[in-house]
Each structure stands twice: as structure tokens, then as C-alpha cells.
């Protein structure tokens, strides 16, 4: 069964390094969104992106953050400088038509920042 | 406001028994799904009921929603200890934001 993959599974960085987290959406979706969850909080919507371009975001996702599908299969988080806040878990969904139809998540990047 | 609110926050049952998790959400939804998060894993999806239905199975699951009350519930039959797991609703509103809103979830633990 199709799944959604991400890598890597955990992420060990300082504050202000760069991080970059890669997902591979299920082949034929078309939507993608990558959430996060702070350690015993609520999953939280960070961005979703369609066609090449990003279609919502929430207020979480400032300018530190951006989003890329650099080729036919992987799609990817950046965070340009990261912050103590930013440890968490990200997680990367697809799905096949709008959100209105299932999400299918991938397993999830641990990201801790030191 | 707050969408996507379980309760209760936290069950423990006997296996074989039955689990129910409930969850509210103020706004109106197009859908709401449920999913299953073992800790420290990612997020399984195990049913997306819409608007316009009252209940949905599969397998050991049933889930309702009630779109009058703004509420939902799952029903997990026959537990197991593999069912031990956080339990997470998650709306889809008519409106807005393309983007699952969740709430805080229930910890579930089967107890054999």
C-alpha cells in the first residue's frame, strides 16, 4: 500500500543552523501539507501547497520557514534559522484531491533544536 | 475558539471492552476525520465521515457524527492491547483554510 516517507527520522541541529526535512508524497496526490506537534500539544497546520505554489499558511509559518517540491517526488521543509521553539514533530501529509478528502501522513521528522 | 476538542482526555479500559471517545467542534465542517497516533509515531487515518452522513464502520470502528450538536464520536468494539494508542479528530471546515484543525486528543490504554 502507498505511503507517504520522510526523512530523516530525527533531526539534531543548533539554534540558527538551517534545516531541511524530505518527504515523498504518495505518487498520484496532488495536495500537500506538512504539520507540526510540539511535545504534548495539538497537531498544528503549517502550510499546504498545490500546483506548484503554496495555497494557505498558517501564522506559524513566517518568513524562517519555506516549502519546495524540487522535482516530480520529494517535497521538502526548510527552516532557515532555527529556534529552541521549533523542536517538534513535523509531519508531511498528501492527499489526492482537495482537503476535502483523506490526509495520509508520513511517520514524522523529530526535529530537536539545541 | 478552540476546534476539535476530545473527551475525555484520557480512558482506561479492560481489553474486550468497548471504548468511546467523543469529540466537539464550533464551526461548520464539510468533514471530520479521525486518526491513531502510537507514541511517538505518526498519525494513522482510520475514517473521514462528511457532513452529510450520521454514521460510518469499519471493522471494529463506528463512528457518528451528530452536525446539530457539533459532535462525534468513535467507537472502538472488542478492545485490544494494540488499540492502546492517542486518539485525535480532526475537521475539515466548509469554509476558509484548506487544512485539518486538530484537537488535543484522547490517550487510550487497553489494559490486558
Known amino acids: 500500500e502507498p505511503e507517504v516517507t520522510q526523512t530523516p527520522s530525527h533531526q539534531v541541529t543548533q539554534m540558527g543552523q538551517e534545516v531541511i526535512l524530505r518527504c515523498v508524497p504518495i505518487?498520484?496526490?496532488?495536495?500537500f501539507y506538512w504539520y507540526r506537534q510540539i511535545l504534548g500539544q495539538k497537531v498544528e497546520f503549517l502550510v499546504s501547497?498545490?500546483?506548484?505554489?503554496?495555497?494557505?499558511k498558517s501564522e506559524i509559518f513566517d518568513d524562517q520557514f519555506s516549502v519546495e517540491r524540487p522535482d516530480g517526488s520529494n517535497f521538502t521543509l526548510k527552516i532557515r534559522s532555527t529556534k529552541l521553539e521549533d523542536s517538534a514533530m513535523y509531519f508531511c501529509?498528501?492527499?489526492?484531491?482537495?482537503?476535502?478528502?483523506?490526509?495520509?501522513f508520513g511517520p514524522g521528522t523529530r526535529l530537536t533544536v539545541l | 475558539s478552540q476546534q476539535g476538542e476530545e473527551d475525555p482526555q484520557a480512558l482506561s479500559i479492560q481489553e474486550g471492552e468497548n471504548a468511546t471517545m467523543n469529540c466537539s467542534y464550533k464551526?461548520?465542517?464539510?468533514?471530520l476525520q479521525w486518526y491513531r497516533q502510537n507514541s511517538g509515531r505518526g498519525l494513522v487515518h482510520l475514517i473521514l465521515?462528511?457532513?452529510?452522513?450520521r454514521e460510518k464502520h469499519s471493522g471494529r470502528l463506528r463512528v457518528t457524527l451528530d452536525t446539530s450538536k457539533k459532535s462525534s464520536s468513535l467507537l472502538i468494539t472488542a478492545s485490544r492491547a494494540a488499540d492502546t494508542a492517542s486518539y485525535f479528530c480532526?475537521?475539515?471546515?466548509?469554509?476558509?483554510?484548506?487544512?485539518?484543525?486538530f484537537g488535543q486528543g484522547t490517550r487510550l490504554t487497553i489494559n490486558p
Open positions: 501547497f498545490y500546483n506548484n505554489e503554496i495555497s494557505e
Open positions: 501529509a498528501s492527499s489526492k484531491a482537495t482537503g476535502y478528502n483523506e490526509q495520509f
Open positions: 464551526t461548520s465542517i464539510n468533514n
Open positions: 465521515i462528511r457532513s452529510n452522513e
Open positions: 480532526a475537521t475539515f471546515r466548509v469554509q476558509g483554510a484548506q487544512k485539518l484543525v
Open positions: 505518487s498520484n496526490h496532488l495536495y
